[in-house]
């Protein structure tokens, strides 16, 4: 299964809310992660089942979708979440594919 | 608390052989519902899944390197043990290890990874 995120680069303002796309080229059900991973750092998992948020991640973070189809909201920006963002699938494996990756910058 | 750590050569000569070795603590590979997987991202690029083992030692592995890899697991040790045969300079990444609670599926902890360098 092919992951592709949309936009490569997303330019954003800190305070205004960021949107990243994720499209699976087959259903994955709601079998989808999204990693945050800032420069220098291992991944940090941020959503699983397409829309949970993993322990500790605060609530600005928000993931919806299913299918082939994904988008993760950060509400309102923060100085810390700039930073390169993937989408994964875990429903058709192995390989458990990612995608090439969203990098959200100021 | 959960943590796991990558340790392996940082320099590697092409066609060797390259063994790296996950140590993890706070959970148990032999009797609760875990998994461990190898993930690797080459400077610059994407995050590519390597190889998985599970609790109950069932393997799994990226189809295009399934000739070069295996994985293993010490319970003993805690230890998680990656080889890939045969290295290329296209396999110089960082490559991290990751637990899967197998309920979700995602990688929920990450090693702080290990870089390698293929090149003579």
């Known amino acids: 299964i092919v992951m592709t995120q949309s936009p490569a680069t997303l330019s954003v303002s800190p305070g205004e809310r960021a949107t990243l796309s994720c499209r699976a080229s087959q259903s994955v059900s709601n079998n989808l992660a999204w990693y945050q991973q800032k420069p220098g750092q291992a991944p940090r998992l941020l959503i699983y089942g397409a829309s949970t948020r993993a322990t500790g991640i605060p609530a600005r973070f928000s993931g919806s979708g299913s299918g082939t189809e994904f988008t993760l909201t950060i509400s309102s920006l923060q100085s810390e979440d700039f930073a390169v963002y993937y989408c994964q699938q875990y429903n058709n494996w192995p390989p458990e594919t990612f995608g090439q990756g969203t990098k959200v910058e100021i | 608390q959960v943590t796991l750590r990558e340790s392996g050569p940082a320099l590697v000569k092409p066609t060797q052989t390259l063994t790296l070795t996950c140590t993890f603590s706070g959970f148990s590979l032999s009797t609760s519902e875990m998994c461990v997987s190898w993930i690797r991202q080459p400077p610059g690029k994407a995050l590519e899944w390597l190889a998985r083992?599970?609790?109950?030692?069932?393997?799994y592995y990226n189809t295009s390197l399934r000739t070069r890899l295996t994985i293993s697991k010490d319970t003993s040790k805690n230890q998680v043990v990656l080889t890939m045969t045969n290295l290329d300079p296209v396999d110089t990444a960082t490559y991290y290890c990751a637990r899967m609670p197998h309920y979700h599926g995602a990688f929920d902890i990450w090693g702080q990874g290990t870089v390698v360098t293929v090149s003579s």
């Open positions: 083992i599970d609790w109950d030692d069932d393997k």
